[in-house]
């Protein structure tokens, strides 16, 4: 199966701007990002590299309810807010999203079709994109999705850098280090990403916790009864948010 490396984070929130404020008040430059217009929703994102958060949230209730196509991240949005501001599903990003269908399919995992997507982002560029959903759940867990950006990733972030979407942090240096999802059962649960992504995972020293490396970043399984993502954690030799923590909706953020 060609490569797969972590793309985005999906936040659902309320309010982009409240989402933006905490982050810019931490020193993060998170900004408006666009409007998915065929879904109803719109986004804030904070870029560390290629990676990034998405804060998502529902801007046209009307559309999102009767999409011109179905979305699981619609569906969960709609499912979720007002009452939970929390972590969504993760995309990994391919280079090869119809090689990456075929061997998901392959290895019994329901698919959806693969959707174009574009958006305007607040520089007036069109950005577009290929995507691909997994179908239902682990122990309640829901899957990633793939995503395949147009352009090689060298060319999206030399492109991204100098329109001024990816730009440094006001905080200083701050590096995406590693996901932490509370799960149910983790060893399960780890056994089931890495049988249909290819991904070898290790049991933690204590034996009830385990981690999958993707493309170098760990994505941790501990003991847990969310069965979902419950902490984001960051890398900063940054004073004024080293040790620190912080938390939008129920989504932790975690600086070390």
Known sequence: MADLK????????????????????????ASRGGSHTKWGTHNALCYFGLFYVEFLGIERPEYAMNPK???LLVEDALKLLPAREIFGRIALRTDNLDEVAASLSSKGAALSPIKDGKRMN??????????MMIEGNFNGLVYPFIIEWKGRD??????????????????????????????SDPLATADRWRELFGIPYEITANGDSAVLMLDGKPLMFIKGDKNNLSCVVFHTSTASLKGTSM??????????
């Not at 972590?6 to 430059?29: C, K, Q």
């Not at 972030?157 to 979407?165: N, S, T, W, Y």
């Open 247 to 256: 938390l939008v909706g129920e989504g932790e953020y975690v600086f070390k």
């Open 6 to 29: 972590l793309d985005h984070i999906v936040h659902y929130v309320n309010d982009l701007d409240t989402s933006i404020r905490l982050f810019n008040e931490a020193g993060l430059a």
């Open 122 to 131: 607040a520089q007036g560029q069109l950005i577009e994109w290929r995507m």
């Open 69 to 71: 196509e179905p979305n």
């Open 154 to 183: 060298e060319d999206r972030f030399r492109e991204m850098a100098e329109a001024g979407i990816i730009k440094p942090h006001p905080a200083g240096e701050v590096d995406f280090d590693s996901a932490i999802f509370e799960v």
